[in-house]
């Protein structure tokens, strides 16, 4: 007994705000340098979100300077909806309080400590007070707090509190001091346009220790808040539905219509009779027994997926490809968004993109963006699910090398959107590896890669039609030389016969006798629209077809015509002139057209 | 200010238990399947250190049946010291409780969430409480809890307790029930026998569905626990050494000198001339300015590292080699327990060893054992510094092929022992990525790197000697029976000159006219001690040098000889007799030994 008694005098309650104190590593606080993109993060992350539920354009200011030795001051302002001033302290001041925590709905914050765990790593390394300013309206003040933690009881320590005048109408500054370093300079300005990019109606400006860059908004649209749904019957827990029992008032039926979602009457009954329950009884007086058994009928019973649309907010595929297109030049860009699908009860849906060629490098491995919740995830790749995921594709068979990750020059987007992402630590560095993510995870990735590996074979095909025609049409003029030896003729001009072989649209103009002759060929395999255009002294009064447009430029004339060539298709026309001036096609690229101009 | 209301009335604490429902994967509750060694492991760790704390050795049964459906009975038993009944409920119902938390010294236990977590988790797949029976001396009865946990409040809620008798003296029982499979059976077993390896005062017995497994001690000796010590001056941020100062009630000195480990008085003083500050101040009234030159000071002195030896337990270099060898036949090991070392103020201690050969397998991977604080690490290996320190070496250069891992028939074993092993999770399985902690993990590996290649580049030598010798002592009986051929004399007998040549022990019997002669020529380049054996008719009466025993076995002699021989030194006895009988040699490996008996 008196060891056992010993030892109980050390047993004792741990706050939480102690627990993350001494594990700050798991909330992202483990190096200074760190520390500085992890407290950007949250603040951001919690101003889109409030501007989400608000329904408001975010503009979002972000600053980071040093105010003297290795001391910063992190400062980020939106224009959010604002914090009622009762509920300032505990937002900012308290570990484990929120307001999504509950909310079964797509949200970049979903535990209630970022934001206060960075208020804790300042008072840890500085002592210094978090300052936060919040307005909710033009007809109220700002309120003004200096605010700490009081660590061995995870509460809020209100410092100071003040009304002021703010020039804002609405929204919220945090300034946040700790002893930190610049060194992950270029990784936070990943961070700010990654998160640009998949939150293209917010407007981001950042002035990084005077470095102002400004990540303007692409969309003026604020997407719509993802709506909190019911739990699911088939993701439900017993202790959960226990507790969801309890604080019932109705009977068995009202009860699982009312409380999950996708439960109409037709489902209830079938869960009642399959649990052999009578609709009449009130769900709170269930016994444990009862319950297990009413849980196990709730999960034998055929019941739809959660309305993922409703509680989900997929970037969706056109703004992935944008999204990409906008940060990096492409050869090839494909998204797919899948359908949702559900993990221990929880709504996801898995969206992905390819980008191919252009300016990434050759080589080396693939690059790869991860997103959860249309947060860019910048730490633990290797620990990641999406990369797990992306490593078990064979990428081979869709026309990438592959070492563990793809290689080669390609681009990989992956995003995670649930009403739960399972992250591996607080920190929300890394999705963990649940089986059902995997899976659809692959599924999307496999698509895009029969679609990279289709674009990837037309390129070759292409490049191998290319090479055999260049091949002959490098003998061609050789062939014609020694022909007008022979034959004691001049040198005719095989452009054309090039162009068809090349499948290239030709334009081939000849004067002859004051009569100027424009001759167009497509002998490309699809249709163009070209626009032709000759400069010269010639007006063309009697050409046909008639110019669309003539323009005279003090005895010049520019004569523009726009025809639409079909593949195969010829074009013609004919006007008295002297033929010389310059002549120009557009509407199809360098590449696929040839010009002679036999007046030249 | 209407939409802040509304938000607001959303915003609300989550409790620890509440949050750790919703995220138990990062309990190590992600899967059925997980969770039945996860609730087996935190048991375990628990039992260990109770017992190491009472300095009892530890006798655990552990227990895993099905009791219908997919509902598993999980049972941890122990003799450790018993708790104090008042503290059975909140040990085992309550998040963040615990006695090792605030405690500065090794220890299996960390946090105070992982035995609780489990109890957290059968009530939310079954709805069962948790059994808890323990006991904490013959004088004492046993306590029978029956406790769940309160799920809002993190509180424990005690369903049933009795006062009961019990077998045992002194111990703690633990029954919990929840659904689970046995797919990962190999993996536990895995995990108790690593487990049992770098424990080896432990007995550890298990029955996994009927399937009994005792992992016997192989020590009688309890490792002495680690004891706790005081915060290092180099290691304390602002806000702890606020708390601290804020506690004392001495000056500045008297603080310094009994708060921090390492600080005596000329190390005090050293801190105050450099700070500015008077020995006779209160610490308590030392301003957060005043407090913060202070800490500066601190971290400016120079300071011995803290004293890894009085709070860290590591396994030692013997252990690790013994528990490698018992568990997997090897031609080489060896280890190193490196010196301590310091992350974040924390102390610690990297050991590792490398094993070769034997029967690991030739291809793929070397196998890699990750402990920390002699817990192994079972999950998440890539996520690990551990394995991301593994891939860092450069193994080419220590004879190993490499790919990230090194591969060949090669195994790895690193333990971190520290005051705080930094975890990547609650669920502890993966060391997070400190530097210094990775920097020390590479520098043990390249010690034992460079062993391993001695060792590689001495078998290649040896390997390349024999094929030559081989080669040789191959032609000498050829050129012996074309010599014997020659000079028309009988075949003389050529082993000792291979003998010689191949570097082995020559043992050679010859009887001439009743006079028994054996040479024994040790051509090896070590000394070695022979035991020769000689059962015959010839009693040997007249030998020189006498046998060292004689046995007489009904008229056949058993006669024993032991001598030692130098490299190179030769031994011979002489007898009268009939040099019949059989002749043996031991002391020397089979390979290494040539036994020529003339007379047979």
């Known amino acids: 007994m008196a060891i056992a008694e010993d030892l109980a005098r050390e047993q004792r309650s741990i706050s939480v705000a ?37 329904e408001v354009l975010p503009d979002i200011l972000v600053s980071a300077r040093r105010v003297g030795g290795d001391v910063y001051r992190i400062t980020v302002e939106d224009n959010g909806p604002g914090i009622v001033p009762e509920n300032i302290p505990f937002v900012f001041g308290k570990l484990l309080y929120g307001s999504r925590f509950h909310q079964i709905r797509q949200s970049r914050g979903q535990q209630g400590i970022g934001i206060s765990a960075a208020v804790l790593y300042a008072q840890l390394t500085t002592g210094t007070p978090a300052l936060v300013i919040s307005r909710t309206g033009a007809r109220e003040k700002a309120h003004r707090y200096e605010l700490m933690i009081r660590t061995e009881t995870n509460e809020p320590e209100v410092v100071s509190h003040t009304e002021i005048e703010w ?112 609709p009449s009884r009130k769900a709170k007086r269930l016994s444990a027994d009862e319950l297990k058994i009413l849980l196990e009928a709730m999960q034998g019973v055929r019941v739809p997926a959660p309305p993922a649309q409703q509680c989900l907010s997929p970037i969706g595929e056109d703004l992935l490809c944008r999204g990409l297109e906008k940060e990096i030049q492409l050869d090839f860009v494909r998204a797919r968004t899948r359908p949702g699908a559900v993990h221990g009860g929880h709504s996801f849906i898995i969206e992905a993109a390819i980008g191919y060629g252009g300016n990434l490098p050759a080589e080396g491995s693939a690059r790869l963006f991860r997103f959860a919740n249309r947060v860019p995830l910048l730490y633990q790749q290797g620990a990641c699910a999406i990369t797990n995921s992306v490593m078990q594709v064979n990428w081979k068979n869709y026309g990438l090398p592959q070492q563990g990750l793809p290689g080669g020059p390609a681009l990989i987007m992956v995003h995670v959107a649930s ?107 699809k249709e163009v629209a070209l626009t032709l255009y000759s400069l010269s002294g010639d007006e063309a009064g009697d050409a046909e077809p008639r110019p669309d447009f003539v323009d005279d430029i003090g005895g010049e004339y520019n004569k523009v015509w726009r025809c639409r060539l079909g593949a195969g298709e010829a074009w013609r026309v004919v006007y008295t002139g002297a033929g010389d001036g310059t002549i120009d096609l557009r509407g199809v690229e360098d590449a696929m057209r040839v010009v002679v101009d036999l007046d030249v």
């Open 167 to 278: 020039d804002r109408t609405h929204g919220t500054r945090l300034e946040i001091e700790f002893k930190s370093t610049l060194a992950a300079k270029k990784r936070l300005l990943d961070y700010l346009r990654l998160t640009a990019i998949v939150n293209p109606h917010a407007r981001i400006t950042a002035d990084i220790d005077g470095d102002v860059t400004a990540f303007e908004r692409a969309s003026d649209e604020v997407p719509p808040c993802p709506r909190s749904i019911l739990p699911h019957p088939h993701g439900i827990e017993f202790g959960a539905l226990k507790r969801l029992s309890d604080a019932s008032s109705g009977t068995v039926e009202e009860f699982l219509i009312g409380s999950f979602s996708r439960v109409g009457k037709k489902t209830a009954e079938e869960i009642m009779g399959l649990a052999g329950l009578k």
């Open 419 to 525: 009403t739960n992402v399972p992250f591996t630590s607080e920190s929300k560095d890394a999705v963990a590896s649940i089986p059902e993510i995997e899976r659809e995870i692959v599924l999307v990735l496999q698509e895009l890669g029969r679609e990279l590996k289709a674009y990837l074979s037309r390129r070759e095909r292409k490049k191998q039609q290319d090479d055999r025609a260049r091949a002959v049409c490098s003998i061609i003029p050789e062939i014609a030389a020694k022909v007008s030896e022979i034959v004691e003729l001049p040198l005719v001009d095989t452009s054309p016969i090039e162009g068809r072989i090349m499948q290239k649209v030709v334009l081939k103009k000849r004067t002859v006798d004051g009569r100027v002759t424009i001759d167009l060929n497509n002998y490309t395999t």
């Open 18 to 54: 102690e627990f993350f104190e001494k594990n700050k590593h798991l909330l992202g606080f483990d190096s200074p340098t760190r520390g500085i993109i992890t407290t950007i993060k949250e603040a951001v992350d919690n101003a889109l979100d409030a501007c989400e539920e608000a």
